[in-house]
């Protein structure tokens, strides 16, 4: 007799239209981007990080940004959210009228938050906060992320206390969550196992989410690493795309369809459809003229579909 799983489940988000997009030299069709975010949600995605509100010259990739929120499909429960550095970015977000969550950024460098968006850290940190409050009165829920939380391209090592004490003054602002992002892909699983903790114990109940890059090969063991933790949140980007346009050495993010088949297999709900991750993986790789980075859309699958009669 078999033992039934003890299932938990997390909330999945979809950044690939954004985060995945925004590094690729060659310009993406913002029809193209917005049949991502159509495929990302019958794939069962509710949350979608569709583009960022920045200086086209800076990221060309996501210069259509107000173009794509127009496009965006009428889908109940679906929630977008658009990504933004400062409050003149907030305000273009918010124009739209098409978008439900401003994504702050700030960053645990000097080096990388001035390189990122000419700022200092804590004036990244003071900008995050100001974009947050923002929010509430435009109809619209905030979120925090706290870049290069596991280690700096300019700077290497970041203080764990650092990051903490970021956390802590973000929550002051009541975001909905706080995201720790590994910007290169540097962390290790125990680094996060014990980051993930510390701002879980310091920020709670305000729930941590997490943003791996799979630069080095740990981006996966990250992912459960940080679930274990008490994260309770989950980015990642369709076929394993992505990279920061201001970190040096930045490779994709994690595959949506490696962490989706992860986490299904160990018993934990996503509310995503991995066939579904699948196909569109294959979609996308037609569409970038290559083979996407993620795995599991490349192995035979697993279990074998049962036959019916």
Known sequence: MNTPINRRAITFVEVGPRDGLQNEKTLIATADKLELVRRSIAAGAR???VTSFVNPKRV??????????????????????????????????????????????????DGFAIANQGQTSDESVAAAKAILAMAKPAGMKGQATIGAAFGCPFEGEVSEDRVVAMAVSLAQANPIEIALADTIGVADPAHVSRLVRRVVEAIGPIPVRVHFHNTRGTGIANVWAAVEAGATVVDAALGGLGGCPFAPGAAGNVSSEDVVYML????????????????????LAEVMGRKLPGMVAQAPAFPKPVQEN
């Open 264 to 283: 299904h297999r160990a018993g934990v709900e996503t509310g995503m459809d991995l066939a579904a991750l699948i196909e569109a993986n294959h979609w």
């Open 47 to 49: 949350r979608i990080e």
């Open 60 to 109: 060309p990739q996501m210069a259509d940004a107000d173009e794509v929120c127009a496009g965006l499909p009428d889908a109940e429960g679906v929630s977008y959210i658009g990504l933004v550095l400062n409050s003149r970015g907030a305000e273009r977000a918010i124009a739209t009228g098409r978008l439900h969550e401003l994504g702050a950024v700030c960053v645990s460098t």
